[in-house]
């Protein structure tokens, strides 16, 4: 009774497709929808990339902790890649390790459902996690930038951390302007990209894309920890800003 008390999963199937669910106890729970990418090669170098486990795994902890139901997405459904450099021991956070001690929260990675097949009036809120994954498979996705416009549309925040705010690029507010223009919004900057040395290998600088539609374009130092949030959207600059971008978004919930 403790464990049913505590925490529940629901496992339903439409169109063969699995769709996983996971809250702790809780009447009113928020609903939480996660949209993570599903590509795992950079570029031209042939070196594998992904999801950032840090940048799942804080906000994962931040909404499960409050007792939200989270549903995890990706363009391909199914298995999300993690870049293999966040699971080294020196980007191995609290949180990254309690997600590698997480069954269930490894059995829902496996099992994302495809982006195409979620719906915005089915959540309160939507956060994308980053890693390089998302400039390939996330940046111009025409489900991503639907499932942005209508959350917006309904009054409901969108959160975006380290690379994954270039899934903002091409949506636009009901009134036809980029939604970004004119907003504080943050992203991996161009500084941290050089530092990777991966400027010429990525197709898309997430600084330079936010900066070109319109927005007020924001960072810390490499790596330092930075946030905006402007009116429902919230953008953090980074691994080490994944927590706070999601407890940013948690305030707006409240």
């Known amino acids: 009774l403790t464990f049913f008390n505590d925490l529940t999963a629901s496992f339903s199937r439409s169109n063969s497709q699995r769709i996983f669910k996971c809250s702790q106890g809780g009447l009113m729970s928020k609903r939480m929808l996660m949209v993570m990418t599903s590509h795992e090669i950079m570029g031209d170098t042939g070196k594998k990339t992904g999801m950032w486990l840090e940048e799942f795994a804080a906000p994962y902890y931040a909404f499960k902790d409050q007792g939200y139901t989270i549903t995890l997405a990706s ?13 080294a021991d020196d980007a191995m956070t609290d949180d990254a390790m309690r997600y590698t001690k997480d069954e269930l929260a490894r059995s829902a990675i496996a099992s994302t459902i495809p982006l195409e097949d979620v719906r915005a009036e089915e959540f309160d809120a939507v956060f994308y996690p980053g890693g390089h994954g998302p400039l390939w498979d996330l940046s111009d996705n025409v489900h991503s930038i639907k499932l942005i416009e209508d959350t917006i549309a309904a009054n409901k925040p969108v959160g975006a951390v380290c690379h994954a705010p270039i899934v903002l690029k091409d949506v636009k507010t009901p009134d036809g302007k980029y939604l970004v223009e004119g907003k504080s919004v943050t992203g991996f900057s161009n500084s941290e990209e050089a530092a990777m040395e991966l400027t010429d290998v990525v197709p898309y600088l997430v600084e330079d894309e936010l900066v070109k539609k319109g927005g007020q374009y924001e960072s810390a130092d490499n790596f330092a920890v930075k946030v905006c949030t402007d009116g429902l959207l919230v953008t953090g600059q980074n691994p080490p800003s994944s927590r706070p971008a999601a407890d940013a978004l948690i305030k707006l919930l409240s």
């Open 75 to 87: 363009p391909m459904g199914g298995q999300v890649p993690f870049d293999p450099n966040s699971l």
